[in-house]
Structures are given as structure tokens and as C-alpha cells.
């Protein structure tokens, strides 16, 4: 049974008076052949398999490269950076569980997916992404290791932690078979070995996902502020505007809490897909404007 999501506001907080500093991005280059960006105007050559951080202050940038083009984007107050991915490489973000001892283990838990990469399934907890803004959603970066149970520097009182790292997909398919101990599982299913895909640039949709009458009924005020969102190219502008949708999506949480009850899965379902997409819509750290 499909339920319908009834919190909407459990990252939400409020942003009167607060700072608004200058983000740091990681660009990563995970191909074998050197690559230059072009952020703001500004050269920044990439080594094959390294990375370059970089500082974004809120508001609207230009990057370009010799496949993406000129590609317009906005930096949002609040954000924490994350990884600029220019090549629309895979990447995936993986969990990692660490305890005091195995009768922790209970206690702990990750979200389980199932993702593909060349044609490979992996289940467990990872997501893959080939965003061209990342959000960093990670403890370890995708140039850093991820420590084993024996250098864990410390685990608080529950008796365990859970640390996340960024990979691409070859460096976490190495990282799969040489923590599982199956050196050569995923070419001896794809014999070629990993190929990176090719992916188009996406930009940020133009409007919020689509929802059943009921529900649109009330739906309004956040369609504009998502508008307005992104043309929002001072901080000032940002933070007001987060601080609106605050309270928007307070009203619209109330006004349809009752609703799904009476309607069909399907409404309910388009109703989580619109809640989820317009929580990681405004919580951004960057969008490509459309």
C-alpha cells in the first residue's frame, strides 16, 4: 500500500538573519585525459583522476566546458557545496556502518537501493547520480579514503556511527570488490569492464511535478515561490524566499493533511513525488537554470 508523506518540514528552518558565506565545490575530473573549466571567466585546469575545490558566492555563475557548453547557474544561500561533476560521470554515494561490536549492528541501519552501473546491478545502501551539481550528502570526499574499522577515530556512546562517501563508479566498484573479497566480480558479469555512459545536461525543471485537483488546490504559493526561487540572484533575495516557502509549506502540509485518505494511490503517490522533488529543489546547493 502507497502511503502518503505527512511531514514535509523536518529539514526546513528558519533563515532570518543569518550569514550567507561562500560555498566550496569540489570539480572532479574522473576521466583519464586532462580538462580545463571555465568558471565566472576563470581557467581552472583538472589533472585525469583529481579534483580542484573552488568558492562560489550566492547567486548567478557561468561554467563552460568543450561538451556542456555555457551553462547558467545559480549558488543558493545555505547550501553546502558538494561535488561540480563537468564530465556527467557516474558517480555514487555510499553508506558505511562502524560499531563497537556486532550485537550494534541491530541498531544500525541504511536505506537499501538497487543501482546499475554498466549493466551491473549493486544493491545496498548506495544512490547514483550523474547531476552536474552534486550536493554534498558525504563524510568523505571523493579523493578520500574511507577509514576501516580499525582507524575509526571515535564512536559515541550508541556504540556505533554511520560515515558516507562520494565515489565514481569505477573507484566504488574497486572499493565493492575489495571489501566484499571478489577481486574480478563485475568483469567476469561484464567483460569489457566499466564504460561511462554519455548523459545530456539537465537543467532544473521549470515548475513542480503535477498533483491530483485536491491537492492542487493549495498548491499555489509554492509553485510561485519555486518560480521566483529561480530567478533569485542576490542572497538577500534567497533567504527571504526561503524563509516564505517556510512558511508556505507549513500551510500546505495543513490544508492537505487529511486529504489523501479519500483519494487513489496514484494521487497519493504523485503527492510524495511532489513534497520529495520540491524539498530537494529548494534545498539545493546549486541549480542549472532552465
Not at 550569514?19 to 570539480?27: G, K, R
Not at 585525459?33 to 576563470?42: E, H, S, T
Not at 566546458?65 to 544561500?77: N, S
Not at 546491478?121 to 548506495?126: A, H, L, M, N, T
Amino acid at each position: 500500500m502507497i502511503k502518503r508523506l505527512t511531514v514535509l518540514l523536518l529539514a526546513a528552518v528558519a533563515v532570518t538573519g543569518c550569514s550567507s558565506p561562500a560555498q566550496t565545490f569540489e570539480i572532479d575530473n574522473p576521466t583519464d585525459a586532462p580538462l580545463i573549466v571555465r568558471v565566472d571567466g576563470n581557467e581552472l585546469p583538472i589533472a585525469a583522476h583529481a579534483s580542484r575545490p573552488v568558492k562560489l558566492q550566492p547567486g548567478e555563475h557561468h561554467l563552460r566546458t568543450p561538451a556542456l557548453g555555457d551553462v547558467r547557474f545559480i549558488v543558493y544561500a545555505r547550501g553546502k557545496g558538494g561535488l561540480i561533476n563537468p564530465t556527467l560521470g557516474e558517480y555514487v554515494i555510499a553508506s558505511e556502518i562502524y560499531v563497537t561490536g556486532q550485537d550494534q549492528l541491530q541498531h544500525f541501519g541504511t536505506p537499501r537501493h538497487r543501482i546499475d552501473l554498466g549493466g551491473v546491478s549493486f544493491e545496498g545502501p548506495y544512490r547514483k547520480t550523474h547531476a552536474l551539481f552534486i550536493d554534498r550528502a558525504w563524510t568523505f570526499g571523493v579523493r578520500e579514503p574511507f577509514p576501516d574499522q580499525q582507524t575509526v577515530a571515535h564512536v559515541d556512546d550508541s556504540g556505533g556511527r554511520i560515515d558516507s562517501k562520494i565515489f565514481t563508479a569505477p573507484d566504488f566498484i574497486d572499493y565493492l570488490e575489495s571489501s566484499t573479497g571478489q577481486r574480478g566480480a563485475y568483469r567476469r558479469q561484464q567483460p569489457a569492464g566499466y564504460q561511462a555512459p554519455v548523459h545530456a545536461l539537465q537543467a532544473a525543471p521549470a515548475g513542480l511535478p503535477a498533483l491530483d485537483p485536491a491537492f492542487e488546490a493549495h498548491a499555489g504559493p509554492l509553485r510561485q515561490l519555486y518560480a521566483r526561487y529561480l530567478r533569485a540572484t542576490t542572497a538577500d533575495a534567497q533567504l527571504q524566499l526561503q524563509q516564505e516557502d517556510f512558511q508556505a509549506q507549513m500551510a500546505f502540509t495543513a490544508a492537505t493533511a487529511a486529504l489523501g485518505a479519500s483519494l487513489p494511490a496514484a494521487a497519493n503517490e504523485g503527492y510524495n513525488v511532489f513534497v520529495h522533488t520540491h524539498a530537494k529543489l529548494m534545498g539545493s546547493a546549486a541549480l542549472v537554470v532552465p
